[in-house]
C-alpha cells in the first residue's frame, strides 16, 4: 500500500525562524507535489518536483526531491505569519491502487507574530 | 479567470437523508476529481470524471456517487447519510486530468450530520 508520510504533524515557530517539513514514503513516486491550505479554503498548489535530486525555489520556499524519488522537503527561510498554514504533499497512485492521487496527512504550521 | 466554485459552502443534514453537492470547474478544464477531508484520515480520494464517464473510484462504499455534465460541471451525491460522512468535500478540476498535473481546487463545501 503506497502511503506517504509527513512530519512534524504540527510545528508553531516565531515570525523569522526557518523551518524545514518532511514527506517520506517506502514507495517510489515519478513526482510529488506540495500544497498549502488556509482554514476555510482548498488547496493550492505551491510545486511539482519530478526528477529525483532536484531543488526548487519559490521565494523564500525551497522544495527538494529526493534522489530515490521516495522523499521531498519543503525548507522555509525567514517565517511569515502568511505562511501558517496546512502543508500537503501529494503523488500519483500506482495503477494498483483504488486512488489516483495519494495525499499525505499534512504538517500545520503556525508562524506566530 | 474564475476557479473552482463550489455549492453550497455549508450544509446541515441528519442521518438516513441524502445530499447533493455540486462543482463547476475552471473554464476549459475536463477532469474534475472529489476529495473527502477529515482530521482523522485526511484528504481522501473518492472519484474522478472526464468528459461525463468516471474515470477512477477511490475505496468509498456505493452511498457516494457522482456524475458529470456536458459542460463538464459535477454533482456528487451522498446517499443514507451517517455520522461519519461529517467532512468538508472538496472538488478539483483540472484540463486533462494527467497525475502530474496541477489540481486547482475549490473551498470546498463543508457537510455536518446530526
Known amino acids: 500500500t503506497q502511503l506517504l508520510e509527513q512530519s512534524p504533524q504540527f510545528l508553531s515557530i516565531q515570525e523569522g525562524e526557518n523551518l524545514t517539513v518532511y514527506c517520506n514514503s517506502s514507495s517510489v513516486f515519478s513526482s510529488l507535489q506540495w500544497y498549502r491550505q488556509e482554514p476555510g479554503e482548498g488547496p493550492v498548489l505551491l510545486v511539482t518536483v519530478v526528477t529525483g535530486g532536484e531543488v526548487k525555489k519559490l521565494k523564500r520556499l525551497t522544495f527538494q526531491f529526493g534522489d530515490a524519488r521516495k522523499d521531498s522537503s519543503l525548507h522555509i527561510t525567514a517565517a511569515q505569519p502568511g505562511d501558517t498554514g496546512l502543508y500537503l504533499c501529494?503523488?500519483?497512485?500506482?495503477?494498483?491502487?483504488?486512488?489516483?492521487?495519494?495525499f499525505g496527512p499534512g504538517t500545520s504550521l503556525s508562524v506566530i507574530p | 479567470k474564475a476557479g473552482v466554485t463550489q455549492t453550497p459552502r455549508y450544509l446541515i443534514k441528519t442521518r438516513g437523508q441524502q445530499v447533493t453537492l455540486s462543482c463547476s470547474p475552471i473554464?476549459?478544464?475536463?477532469?474534475v476529481s472529489w476529495y473527502q477531508q477529515t482530521p482523522g484520515q485526511g484528504l481522501q480520494f473518492l472519484f474522478e470524471?472526464?468528459?461525463?464517464?468516471?474515470?477512477n473510484k477511490g475505496n468509498f462504499p456505493g452511498r457516494f456517487s457522482g456524475r458529470q455534465f456536458s459542460n463538464s460541471r459535477s454533482e456528487m451525491n451522498v446517499s443514507t447519510l451517517e455520522l461519519g460522512d461529517s467532512a468538508l468535500y472538496l472538488c478539483?478540476?483540472?484540463?486533462?486530468?494527467?497525475?502530474?498535473?496541477?489540481?486547482?481546487f475549490g473551498d470546498g463545501t463543508r457537510l455536518s450530520i446530526l
Open positions: 470524471y472526464f468528459s461525463e464517464t468516471q474515470r
Open positions: 473554464s476549459g478544464h475536463r477532469s
Open positions: 501529494a503523488g500519483p497512485a500506482s495503477k494498483t491502487s483504488y486512488d489516483k492521487v495519494i
Open positions: 478539483a478540476s483540472s484540463r486533462t486530468g494527467a497525475s502530474n498535473q496541477p489540481q486547482h
